[in-house]
Nanobody, 124 residues
Framework: VQLQASGGGLVQAGDSLRLSCVVSGHTFRSYVMAWFRQYSGLEREFVAASGRGDGDTSYSDSVKGRFTMSRDNAKKTVHLQMNSLKPEDTARYYC??????????????????WGQGTQVTVSS
């Protein structure tokens, strides 16, 4: 299984970005998908997750109401729409996958597969 993330960039506070993550392999529907972010020198922080059930998504409190995660099973792709970006959203964003069902998996250690990450930088 390979995960390829894209869509990061340099934006100003208040702007929007849309991250995408394409998953290779034939079992995408079996995965819980998630986004984590990592600030320099710190552990990866949970951002959002999408479970296998319709509409099953979870968000961290810091992004709730601003970020929206979606998944397209036919295209084996997940997106993270990030609106009203803040300088504190600056981080490297990683998509991740684990075999499971529900979106309530917030620990990076629960995810078996990781993409290479994409950098998001928000200037003030």
């Amino acid at each position: 299984v390979q995960l390829q993330a894209s869509g990061g960039g340099l934006v100003q506070a208040g702007d929007s970005l849309r991250l995408s993550c394409v998953v290779s392999g034939h079992t995408f529907r079996s995965y819980v998908m998630a986004w984590f972010r990592q600030y320099s020198g710190l552990e990866r922080e949970f951002v959002a997750a999408s479970g296998r059930g319709d509409g099953d998504t979870s968000y961290s409190d810091s992004v709730k109401g601003r970020f929206t995660m979606s998944r397209d099973n036919a295209k084996k792709t997940v997106h993270l729409q990030m609106n009203s970006l803040k300088p504190e959203d600056t981080a490297r964003y990683y998509c991740a996958a684990r075999v499971g069902y529900g979106s309530n998996s917030y620990d990076s250690g629960e995810y078996q597969y990781w993409g290479q990450g994409t950098q998001v930088t928000v200037s003030s």
